[in-house]
């Protein structure tokens, strides 16, 4: 059987910095209305905002909605999917 997550593209669409859709979701590592931390086809996936509310998320997708005040949207390392010592200590 084919690993599923391999057939999944890895999309963002930010809309007013008010609206996020994210495809090629695998899994969320956590999130609050500061931060929400995503891992995706293409490694972790760190959203930072105020007022951040995960209003959809489909695990048989991949696909996941985002609405609040978004800040900023940062990729860790593409290869492990996590962020690195460094990174880690200075966020």
Request: proline share 0%.
């Given at each position: 059987m084919e690993n599923s997550t391999a057939k999944m593209f890895n999309n963002i669409i930010l809309e007013e910095r008010k609206r996020m859709s994210v495809s090629g979701?695998?899994?969320?590592?956590?999130?609050?209305?500061?931060?929400?931390?995503?891992?995706?086809?293409?490694?972790?996936?760190?959203?930072?905002?105020?007022?951040?509310?995960?209003?959809?998320?489909?695990?048989?997708?991949?696909?996941?909605?985002?609405?609040?005040?978004?800040?900023?949207?940062?990729?860790?390392?593409?290869?492990?999917?996590?962020?690195?010592?460094?990174?880690?200590?200075?966020?």
């Open positions: 979701v695998t899994d969320v590592d956590r999130f609050d209305e500061d931060i929400i931390h995503i891992y995706t086809t293409l490694g972790e996936l760190t959203v930072k905002g105020h007022d951040l509310h995960v209003n959809d998320m489909s695990v048989t997708t991949g696909e996941m909605n985002i609405e609040g005040s978004i800040d900023s949207i940062i990729y860790g390392d593409m290869l492990t999917g996590k962020l690195s010592f460094w990174q880690k200590i200075f966020k």
